[in-house]
């Protein structure tokens, strides 16, 4: 929480009705040097409050203001959304996958070619997944990096895919596709909607993109080649 910042205003409130009190005290003298001895006085607590006005203005500049500490928050907050950088890997394509670890089961990952950073992923409530000309990378929540390449099966139309899993692509317009994964008694929705959805089917990945094109991806069988 900010710290709060207190003006010291009493000070000089005290120092001005100690100016009016003195030149009171000062004109109800009748000597022949109360002249003199008012202008000195006024003189000196003149210079007094001046003083304290200094010392106001220096104490009101100390320390961070409110502004300040919600600007430093803000920094702070955007420098944890970014994660702390985990790996690289290198991706088929030849591109590269910088993999930042953000909270407990969320983890971040940057896709980086030659002409920059190609798309993210992000998986905190579920595996990401995306597809770049031809090219399949999903992320888990626990950090791990899958890709590979494939052509892939257009929809609609339906498509028997890694693990026996029977897909069901349906096109609802140019960006929304839909694909019905089943395979005994389990069954799975994906729907891509503007963007490309990743389902994780018994070990199996599988990806559907915003074009309608589905492809599919068993780790294990890639461990074993």
């Known amino acids: 929480m900010p710290r709060q910042l207190t003006r010291r205003t009493t000070r000089s409130a005290a120092l001005t009705a100690g100016v009016l009190a003195a030149t009171l005290a000062l004109a109800a003298c009748g000597s022949d040097d109360s002249a003199d001895d008012d202008a000195q006085a006024t003189e000196t607590v003149a210079s007094e409050t001046e003083t304290g006005t200094e010392d106001d203005t220096t104490s009101e500049q100390e320390g961070p203001t409110e502004d300040d500490a919600a600007d430093a928050g803000g920094v702070a907050e955007e420098s944890g959304e970014d994660g702390e950088f985990d790996r690289t ?104 909607n503007g963007e490309d959805a990743v389902a994780h089917a018994n070990g199996i990945y599988i990806v559907l993109t915003w074009a309608g094109v589905v492809s599919s991806h068993d780790p294990e069988a890639e461990s074993t080649e």
């Open 89 to 192: 890997e290198e991706l088929p394509d030849g591109s590269a996958a910088d993999i930042y670890e953000i909270d407990f089961q969320t983890y971040r990952a940057e896709i980086v070619g030659e002409d920059g950073v190609l798309g993210t992923l992000r998986a905190d409530d579920g595996v990401d997944g995306i597809e770049l000309n031809a090219m399949y990378v999903v992320l888990e929540t626990d950090g791990s990096l899958h890709a590979w390449t494939d052509a892939g099966e257009q929809g609609p139309g339906t498509f028997t895919v890694d693990g026996g899993w029977e897909v069901e692509v349906t096109h609802h317009d140019d960006t929304h596709w839909e694909a019905k994964v089943s395979g005994g008694e389990a069954e799975d929705t994906i729907t891509a």
